[in-house]
């Protein structure tokens, strides 16, 4: 009996040693995992904001053309975009035309408007570099 006691003896401890690197390595890539799902739903929520800035650009731009007579093209005035938008840079470009409607003979023209609204924040190949982009077309 004495000898299977001598091979026990350190046998709990290796086993120990082993467990311990494995739930440390498993405990290193759930941590990796968590880390990285958490950076991708920030950058979800970043992308959310950017079109909704984007959407106040399409939003402004309308109001310029429709309402104040404007261009519709250019940066969205400093302080126009505030709470969770603030940051964002938001560009308009504008482009128009004119068309007749109906006959010719009625003289019915129409200006068509084709707007496109880039929302940007952050430096391009950054990890917190987000764009989104809207277009629309309008007529008055």
Do not use: C, H
């Not at 498993?26 to 950076?39: D, E, H, P, T, Y």
């Not at 959407?55 to 969770?84: D, F, H, K, M, V």
């Not at 482009?95 to 952050?122: C, E, H, K, M, Q």
Request: hydrophobic content about 45%; proline content about 3%; charged content about 10%.
């Amino acid at each position: 009996m004495k000898p299977i006691q001598k091979f026990q003896r350190g046998l709990s401890l290796v086993t120990a040693i082993f467990l311990l690197v494995v739930l440390a390595g498993l405990g290193a890539v759930i941590m990796s995992l968590f880390s990285s799902q958490q950076q991708s739903s920030a950058m979800d929520v970043m992308g959310a904001r950017a079109y909704q800035a984007a959407r106040a650009g399409i939003e402004w731009a309308s109001y310029q053309i429709l309402q104040a007579n404007g261009s519709g093209s250019g940066t969205l005035p400093a302080g126009t975009l505030g709470g969770t938008l603030n940051g964002f840079t938001v560009t308009v470009t504008s482009t128009s035309g004119v068309y007749a409607d109906g006959p010719v003979a009625a003289g019915i023209n129409v200006n068509v408007y084709n707007l496109t609204s880039t929302a940007i924040r952050g430096i391009a190949g950054q990890p917190d570099y987000v764009e989104r982009q809207v277009s629309v077309t309008l007529a008055k």
